[in-house]
Structure formats: C-alpha cells, structure tokens
C-alpha cells in the first residue's frame, strides 16, 4: 500500500530479511512499536477560541539505547504515520551507529494557521502530554517538520519546569544559548551533501558536472542546495508547496535562500516579484550567470533528466505511478520514507542508485547526538570538530553499507542499509533477552 507509511516500512523490512542474519522470531518482534501514546491537547488560541488538537508520540524500540526522533506539526500527521517515522528512526540510529534506539512526536495541526503564541501554547501542551514518557536518559525529542529550535526550547522549558531545575539533555536541536550544537540546524543538510559526493566517488563520477534536482526547500532542501553547490554540483531545480523554480544553467541558491528565508514562495520568486533579490547582482559583471528561472510543477520536478534527484519533503512521493518517467541516475533520499517500496523495485531493476533516507539524511540525529554528549559533559565543542565527528560517523555508515552491498552482492544500497541496521537491533535484543 502506497499511501500507508507503516506498510511501506514494513515492506522494507520485508525486501531485507532474506539477505539479514536475523532470526525470525527476533525479525518479527522489530515489526511492533514497543508503544505510542496518543494525548488530546486542548489550546487557547490567540483569537479566543478553544481548539482541540491531537498529538503522538511513538517509541519504537530501546534494545540500543534511549529512544530518539523528532516531532512534526503538520495538517496530514497520522498515527500511523509517527510509527512508521519512529521505525526509520530505529533503523537510522542502528545504521549510523548511535547508542539510542527510534521514536518519532507528532501533532496534527496547519503550523501556517496558528501564531506565535498559539504554537508556544500547542508545543508546551503536547510537551507536558508526553513529559512521563521523554526524558534524558529515556526518550529525546529533537527537530522535524514545521518545528524548529524555538520549539525545543519551549519543550525544554515545560519540562524543566516540572522538574524543578533546567534540563537541557532532553531535546535537541535547542538554540545555542541554551545547550545547542553549533552545526545542527545545517546537519540534515550537510550529511545529504557528504552521502551525495561519496556516492559521487564511489561510482567514479564527477560532483562538478552534475545536475541536480531538490524537491522541497526547507530546512534540510536548502542547506543540502546550498552545500551542494559549494560542492561544485549545478542545482538547476527546487520547490515548496506553491511550485518549483527551473534553470538548466543552475539556480543562484543563496538568492532563492534569501528570499524564502524572509518569508517567501518560490512561485513569486519565480513571477520576479522579488528581483530585488537578483538585481544586485546587475553591474557586477555576473548578471548574465543567472537567467530568471522558470516555474515548473512539482510534479514534473520529479521527472526532470538530472543526475540526482533529491527528495527533501514528504513520504510517499515516488510511486509506481511516476517512477517510470524518473530519468535521474541517482537519488538521494534527504525526506524520509520518499519512496514506496512498488517504486524501489523498478529503481533497482533499472540500476538508479538510491541513498536510502536512514543513511541519507542521518546527519540530524548524528549531530543531535553530539548536541546531547556536550550536554551531558557540560562541555561545548566548536563547529570545526561538530562537523569533522559528523562527517567521521556517516562516512563511516555510508562505507559499511557499500562494503555491504558489494561483498554480499545485495539488490540495492537500502536492503544493505536495512541489513546492517535490522543485524544491529536484533543482536541488541539477543544480548538483552526478554524479560521477565
Ligand atoms: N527529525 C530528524 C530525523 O528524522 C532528526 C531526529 C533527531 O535529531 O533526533 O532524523
């Protein structure tokens, strides 16, 4: 099923266990969430009116350490949803080595419709719903769609206050004045980047004439489009919900990045609305590097002849329906969950290689790690050695899930993802035991 992402998961699962050295009994126990609780969260809302908000948080498994994920405010968040979110996060911290195991926050709710004060309202609400449930030791929230470091550091603070005393260990991705990383809000980003131009190696091709195409351009779109293209790459495609900007010759990234990070859409950057932003390029003798772009579907995004596709919004989004008309050689997946499983198999019978999500855009919990180790010394590291611990540790998972793919001749990088990290959880579960 293409639209449950649960299913999807499982599916994933389903492609790995053959080639995993699991036992079966073992393989079947990582298919359940180990619970998710589901909390109603009445808010007062700036324009006086009560609303009901719904809200999950989902632990997936533990066997390797506290549980770890993020927390989305999004209009079509599911219970569903969260859990699958919370198994991809189980597997990504086992691929990329972390001492922690999965989980994944969510509420359903239209961010673009609340104010300031809603969101602080609706964040410390759901906070103290799952505040039993998280803590440093147990469960760490951190960053994920629609939510940012203002949000962890009002989860922080409601959590904080029933505690008595400042806990900064039990989110990440928090401002730096109170116990944040340098180098996290750009970490998704950034290991997109470094995954892209190992990748890049590994096939023995050159970064610098390359085209890419970046759906989304949030957070880790942006970033990932931004480093890329210091990487030499030619970022010639990216979107947001109003549409996608276009120029085979390459888009000026830093000039988009300011334009929707002031608030907006790429559509009006393309409509010109915004020239201001090209114009002062006029006169310094590089105007002519950049022809206004043109506006294409999202839709069409996907199809583009680029060399990489990166999807970097929602699941679900190459499907059996549009994989025959993908014409990139590679894809990069920054979202998670982007490809149905019905669309994997046509990539891999056609040898497009895929960086599976839980390798590519690990960076965030890989960072959101060190953020909570500094947090634990009491000690804070600056960005050179954040960003060289980074680039160690998803070099080092990107090599062991190639070695993998090579040596035991698997189908595909996910299913040599999946195995090392299925091999990973199931191992911790043996040592362990079941208890009682
Ligand atoms: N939400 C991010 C992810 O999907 C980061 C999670 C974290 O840092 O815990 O990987």
Redesign the pocket.
Known sequence: MADDPFENMLAQMDRAEEYADVDHGVFERLKHPERTLKVTLPVELDSGEVEVFEGYRCQFDSARGPF?????FHPTVTQREVEA?AG??TW??ALVDLP?GG??GGVICEPKELTQNDLESLTRRYTEGIRRMIGPETD??????NTNPQTMAWMMDTYSMYEGHSVPQVV??KPLEIGGTPG?VE??GRGVSIVTERLFEYLDRDLSEATVAIQGFGNVGSNAARLLDEAGARIVATSDVSGAAYDPDGLDVSALAAHVSAGGLIEEYVAGETRADRGDREGDGSADRWDDPDEIGNDELLTLDVDVLIPAAVEGVITADNVDDLRASAVVEAA?GPTTVAADEVLTERDVQVVP?ILA??G??????LEWVQNAQEFSWPLETVNAELERRIGTAFDQTIDQYDEKGLPDLRTAAYTLALERTASAHEYRGLFP
């Open positions: 770890k994920g993020g927390v989305r979110l991809w996060m990504k911290t922690y989980a994944k760490v929230p951190a960053p994920d769609m990440t991705g996290r970490a998704t998670n999500d855009n690990a965030g919990v890989i960072v959101s790690y």
